[in-house]
């Protein structure tokens, strides 16, 4: 649900002062390294945006095991390179999204690769470079590239045998829905709406809620005077189907980079009834509330300055 929480209680508030350092260990990567640890049945699991990925004893800091990825010679064609967020584990697996745009499963005990997955065509610009969500034997995973035209997409696979399950385009093709939100007369085809960020999931409603990036090319010149969807935007996609339940777009006919970020599930009670709820605050300085069922706008808050938007429609679309 992307909280941000913890259930766990033995560091609290009373003893949180009496922790100290137990060792450490040095990665080798001085790149964008932006990995989260992942812990679970002893062992620390830490990629590096380098190729590598490393299984530590989590009591004494000593190397378990390594993995290590060899990239080709022109890896840097993909936004992703030497950009790192970290990996998922799922049963006795750890899943990890390459810049070269593979999806490649270990074994979590020994780190010997089980399978892996070509996504995408690193040459187009994208990459993974954060770690899948993993939900009812399913491996869900975005891609960056918004920055380097790529387009933007949103995948499902087979969680055992790594099959592509379902792909979701987050630009349109010239015969989609929302293609009329762009400009097709141009040097510069639609492309962007990277979804590079951390994705959510409901359970109950079955729905992956995934982030997207700025339009490619970033101004309305050539992108034309339309929204650019699913630019700038909160997708809900069905788990099962790969298909769209419902967007929301945060900045239309972005011009300033203002891409979305995780959203966060939780139930509130608004107008004293319980919704299911989204918010959204990406970069815009404002705090979006959806019905996560929906999409259905039903509030914004500003939690930071900004001289960008001063509004907001009933409808929920922002007033520049």
């Not at 990665?27 to 062992?43: E, F, Q």
């Not at 339940?245 to 009834?273: F, H, K």
Request: hydrophobic share 40%; proline share 6%; aromatic share 12%.
């Amino acid at each position: 649900d992307a909280a941000g929480y913890s259930p766990l209680t033995a560091i609290n508030q009373g003893n949180v002062d009496d922790l100290r350092l137990v060792w450490t260990y040095a990665v080798r990567d001085g790149s964008r390294w932006l990995a989260t640890p992942v812990v679970a049945n002893g062992l620390m699991y830490v990629g590096e945006g380098t190729g590598r990925i490393l299984a530590l004893d989590a009591i004494t800091g000593e190397l378990v095991w390594s993995h290590t990825r060899t990239f080709p010679p022109d890896i840097a064609v993909s936004e992703a390179n030497r950009r790192f967020r970290g990996v998922s584990i799922y049963g006795d697996t750890i899943y990890w999204g390459t810049s070269d745009s593979y999806v490649v499963a270990l074994d979590a005990r020994t780190g010997v690769k089980r399978w892996e997955t070509k996504t995408a065509d690193y040459h187009d610009g994208e990459g993974h470079a954060h770690p899948p969500l993993i939900a009812n034997g399913k491996i869900f995973i975005g891609m960056s590239g918004g920055d380097f035209s790529a387009r933007g997409s949103l995948k499902a696979l087979d969680a055992l045998t790594g099959e592509i399950l379902w792909t979701f385009y987050t630009v349109p093709g010239p015969d989609d829905p929302g293609a009329e939100t762009w400009n097709w007369d141009t040097d510069y085809p639609p492309a962007g709406a990277a979804t590079w960020n951390t994705l959510s999931y409901d359970p109950e409603l079955n729905l992956v809620y995934a982030p997207t990036g700025q339009p490619s090319p970033w101004t309305t010149t050539p992108e034309g005077h339309g929204d650019a969807l699913y630019a700038n935007s909160v997708i809900a996609i069905d788990a099962d189907s790969g298909k769209l339940r419902w967007y929301y777009q945060l900045v239309p006919a972005d011009n300033w980079d203002r891409a979305t970020y995780e959203s966060l599930l939780v139930d509130l009670e608004i107008d004293g009834v319980i919704r299911k709820a989204l918010i959204q605050t990406g970069k815009i300085g404002w705090s979006v509330v959806l019905d996560r069922a929906t999409g259905e706008f039903l509030q914004a808050f500003p939690v930071a300055y900004d001289n960008t938007i001063t509004g907001w429609t009933k409808e929920g679309r922002p007033i520049y």
